[in-house]
């Protein structure tokens, strides 16, 4: 994962859950919106029969702290299919495993590289990174698709010349008719994703998020106002619904005691300047007029970093030990906190995989746990009396393919080879 604002990690935690280390235990999040009541008139409760409720939940309520040990975690996904399969159809199985649109505003995610003739997805290389050893190995297996976990294009470019050695493996895999996905922090917030599988290395313990993840959903505003007559508030509603837009604004009507009637509309974000525009050349909502942009309800489970309350509390050194094999690493660097050592207890570990200081700033945990951080982020973390642990960027994630190697291909037919990159390296080594 790339380096992320601090400021996106401004809700508090939401999610919390069991995890163990391969199995995840959540429940579903139900949302509840608080209900309108009308008093309308008969004859202007029928005029407005075509409409509904404001309904856009504005405080979600959290799930229960710890999900029932009897419910097993699984992807949801299609029947597994039986013949040949194109790009489009994978693309669709990749999608469901990991929705992209919990990928971070600022990434580039998704379909990068795009054969212009169409042929069946044989074989599909994973790696961590798109590195010119990989794409030797991906044209030596004759590939058909090459997932790379971080973006080998990420910033925008003008031109494709061979001076440049990501413009020049795009043209490789162009001119041998490979396509290349990347799904980078959709895997990094995905429930049981990367970061759930680095803190699965600790051992059991109850898991939350610590940079809530939101539905992807248009943003929506509540406007109210209040309309002084029946005939005041058909004008405004005809006003307001003309047009093939009208269809987006939800709106409810309640009737005051002084007199008149108090309107909630719920519009989407490209529709209030109009709405407002609207609204403003009435006198009632002229005077009356408020706007709330509502918040985007939270999706459980996921979202950047983890959080792990250890159900047994180990000591610095088995910590660095059990990280040691989960990542399949002879070395790691530790940070002691102040006032710690290696037989200190950690209770709490908060990891984010890559580049995790700016989602772990601020986290009150015994251990952090993460690939790299700078300097300066290690020396306020241990001023703090937090240990850390890093990897290396790339080592903290690479794991996980061979999780998602086992996901993805019971989603394929058996005519579709899942192969995990042997060329793909953390380009840093002990030596």
Not at 125 to 153: F, G, Q, R, W
Request: glycine share 6%; aromatic share 4%; net charge neutral.
């Amino acid at each position: 994962m790339l380096c992320r604002s601090a400021a996106l990690r401004a809700l508090p935690l939401t999610c919390c859950r069991r995890c163990y280390r391969n199995t995840l235990l959540f429940p579903p999040l139900t949302c509840f919106s608080p209900p309108f009541t009308s008093s309308l008139s008969p004859s202007l409760s029928s005029s407005l029969s075509n409409t509904s409720s404001c309904r856009t939940p504005l405080s979600p309520p959290h799930p229960p702290l710890i999900s029932p040990p009897s419910i097993s975690r699984s992807f949801s996904h299609s029947p597994r299919p039986t013949g040949p399969m194109d790009l489009q159809e994978v693309l669709k199985v990749l999608e469901q495993l990991a929705p992209l649109s919990l990928a971070e505003s600022w990434d580039n995610v998704g379909l990068l590289v795009q054969p212009s003739k169409a042929r069946p997805i044989r074989t599909i290389l994973l790696t961590n990174d798109l590195t010119e050893p990989v794409m030797e190995e991906a044209e030596a297996m004759k590939c058909d698709l090459i997932v790379s976990y971080h973006p080998p294009l990420f910033r925008p470019i003008k031109r494709l010349v061979q001076g440049d050695w990501k413009q020049r493996l795009a043209v490789r895999a162009v001119e041998a008719g490979m396509a290349v996905f990347s799904p980078h922090t959709s895997w990094d917030s995905v429930d049981g994703g990367v970061n759930d599988w680095l803190v699965g290395g600790l051992g059991s313990g109850r898991v939350s998020v610590l940079s809530q993840a939101l539905a992807s959903a248009p943003q929506r505003h509540r406007l109210e106002f209040e309309a002084s007559s029946e005939e005041e508030l058909r004008a405004l509603m005809s006003e307001l619904k003309q047009g093939e837009k009208g269809a987006l604004l939800q709106h409810s009507v309640t009737s005051l005691e002084t007199g008149g009637y108090r309107v909630c509309l719920s519009c989407p974000d490209s529709e209030l300047p109009p709405a407002v525009q609207t609204l403003l050349r009435h006198p009632g909502p002229n005077q009356s007029l408020s706007i709330l942009q509502t918040q985007k309800p939270p999706l459980p489970g996921r979202g950047a970093g983890r959080l792990c309350v250890l159900d047994q509390p180990v000591t610095v050194a088995t910590a660095v030990q059990k990280m040691k094999v989960h990542l399949g690493l002879s070395h790691l660097r530790l940070a002691l906190g102040a006032q710690r050592h290696l037989e200190s207890m950690v209770s709490t570990a908060a990891v984010c995989a890559g580049s995790g200081a700016s989602v772990l700033d601020g986290i009150r945990a015994d251990l952090y746990i993460t690939g790299e951080m700078s300097h300066h982020e290690v020396l306020d973390a241990v001023a703090k009396g937090t240990c850390v642990i890093l990897s290396d960027h790339s080592n903290s994630e690479r794991g996980f393919l061979a999780v998602f190697k086992e996901r993805l291909a019971v989603c394929l037919p058996d005519s579709v080879n899942v192969v995990t990159s042997r060329a793909d390296r953390d380009p840093l080594e002990v030596v």
